[in-house]
């Protein structure tokens, strides 16, 4: 049974006004036929892959004709997906179906499925590449497994409370930290002891976080609300160091590239809002339609792929004007956006 808190910013669209603002910007010689193999390599492109949780499936989309290629059929609700460390897999998690689907990032090809793994929700590796986490929904736990580089054995199913939602581990793969939406916290689990190390109270339904390279500080999306809250975690105990208003369901994360600036998307405004690192202030917003939801940045950093959850389309924004320059057609209720060509995290 879905969640009705997933589809909550949803009515909230429905009465919602969009909100806009002004986006701030910030002769060759012939090749003998022994070298064409390496130009043919660096001009390939590899497809963007945008999950339909709804139709339980995922698009696969060419980005230099802008069509759907594929649809490849996966588990049941397919929300979010995250590509291994070696970046030779992107693994889609499919919650209700307590599995994963490992598709090739470059073929797009359906390498294997593992079962088992119970409402995989949202899903990351730590840095360090020894664990792989799942955040469970609505079974209400989060699982840590033994990554060994190919197979994950679970290590530990650790007790959360109310619906963990996203997850982040800092960079030292020390820490694990998740939101969660329907008890509105932010809880943070020790990666070694696999222990629950505190929690602490948040704004309305509390989604997407992000942790800056230091790792002093969480942000947290609130989708209930039109902000962003920022964490000092650089103690033994949380505090809530500032409040940054962005726009109505702020909601999912994607940084930059350029190692100071993230965006989040506004889910119920259609908006998404550009913040400093540094200054933690908003810099600039543009709209984007539809249920701005899960975000991809290129790797050249021209553009951006937003999936607009309610239109059913994936939306490209050029990054330098901020305007809207296509759309197109895609499943229900598109969540997940991943390509192998991707800026800096």
Avoid at 38 to 54: E, G, I, M, R
Avoid at 218 to 226: C, E, F, H, K, Q
Avoid at 250 to 256: D, G, K, P, T
Avoid at 283 to 293: K, L, N, R, T
Wanted: proline share 5%; aromatic share 8%.
């Amino acid at each position: 049974m879905i969640s009705v808190s997933r589809f909550f910013p949803f009515v909230l669209a429905l009465l919602s006004v969009s909100a806009f603002s002004a986006w701030a910007a910030t002769p060759a010689k012939a090749a003998a036929p022994a070298t064409l193999a390496a130009p043919l390599a660096a001009a390939f492109v590899p497809p963007l892959f945008v999950l339909n949780s709804l139709d339980d499936s995922v698009s696969v989309l060419d980005v230099t004709t802008w069509t759907e290629t594929r649809r490849i059929a996966t588990g049941k609700q397919p929300h979010h997906l995250y590509m291994t460390p070696d970046e030779k897999s992107v693994i889609v998690a499919n919650a209700l179906s307590d599995s994963l689907t490992f598709i090739d990032p470059k073929t797009a090809e359906v390498q294997r499925t593992v079962r088992g793994i119970l409402d995989p929700y949202h899903l990351r590796f730590s840095p360090d590449m020894k664990w792989f986490v799942t955040a469970a929904n609505r079974l209400n736990h989060i699982d840590i497994y033994r990554w060994d580089g190919s197979n994950m054995t679970l290590a530990k199913r650790v007790l959360t409370g109310k619906t963990p939602s996203h997850l982040w581990i800092d960079s030292k793969s020390n820490t694990i930290y998740s939101t969660m939406q329907d008890s509105d916290e932010l809880i943070a689990l020790d990666l070694q002891t696999q222990a629950i190390k505190w929690r602490i109270k948040t704004g309305k339904m509390p989604a997407d976080l992000f942790g800056t390279a230091d790792d002093k500080r969480i942000l947290v999306a609130l989708t209930g609300s039109d902000a962003v809250e920022v964490y000092d975690v650089s103690g033994p105990q949380p505090t809530r160091s500032k409040v940054i208003k962005t726009a109505l369901g702020a909601h999912a994360f994607r940084a930059l590239g350029d190692g100071r600036h993230v965006l989040v998307s506004n889910r119920v405004a259609n908006t998404i809002s550009k913040i400093d690192l540094q200054t933690l202030e908003v810099v600039g917003s543009f709209a984007v339609p539809g249920g701005p939801d899960c975000m991809e940045v290129t790797r050249d950093g021209k553009q951006l792929f937003v999936s607009s959850r309610w239109a059913r389309k994936l939306s490209v924004i050029d990054l330098a004007s901020g305007k809207l320059v296509r759309q197109v057609n895609v499943g229900k209720s598109p969540h997940g956006v991943w390509t192998l060509d991707h800026a800096s995290r």
